[in-house]
């Protein structure tokens, strides 16, 4: 019951953010599909290895790699499908209570908030950019058309 709450609610996020966007409207229920993936991703890993970071970057590749499949079968750009299907993993929050703490004088707090920030950030890219990467493989060795 609580990976499909998770999953609803990632869902409903994404296809709010997918309107924001202005993503074709074909497009915006698949992009909320990988949102939601990603979110599970994120959510299951992040219980099982107890770390936010690899959570975030496990559920960014499944981002990309879906975005890109979903780019392929249905003849969109992935950003399409990649853009509002990250935005549950970007870590808001973080960084709002990391600026918080700093306002506050509390440097410590401050620091590893804002420390954790910047490395979900940089395995939100990585994961991206690893999807991409095994994408362009694929397509140069004729695996995918």
């Known amino acids: 019951m609580y990976f499909i709450k998770q999953f609803l609610i990632a869902f409903i996020g994404t296809i709010g953010f997918s309107i924001l966007f202005n993503i074709p409207k074909d497009s915006v229920v698949k992009s909320g599909i990988i949102g939601a993936l990603g979110w599970i ?34 003849r969109k750009p992935a950003t399409v499908f990649i853009i509002p299907g990250i935005i549950p993993l970007v870590p808001g929050s973080k960084s709002y209570y990391s600026m918080l703490a700093f306002i506050e004088q509390r440097y410590t707090e401050a620091a590893n908030l804002a420390s954790e920030t910047m490395f979900i950030a ?6 991206i950019i690893i999807a991409a990467s ?7 060795k004729k695996i995918i058309k």
């Open 41 to 74: 991703t994120y959510v299951f890993f992040n219980d099982v290895l107890s770390s936010s970071v690899a959570g975030v970057f496990l559920g960014a590749i499944v981002v990309g790699l879906s975005g890109e499949l979903f780019a392929r079968f249905f």
């Open 122 to 127: 940089l395995s939100i890219a990585s994961g």
């Open 134 to 140: 095994v994408n362009k493989i694929f397509k140069k």
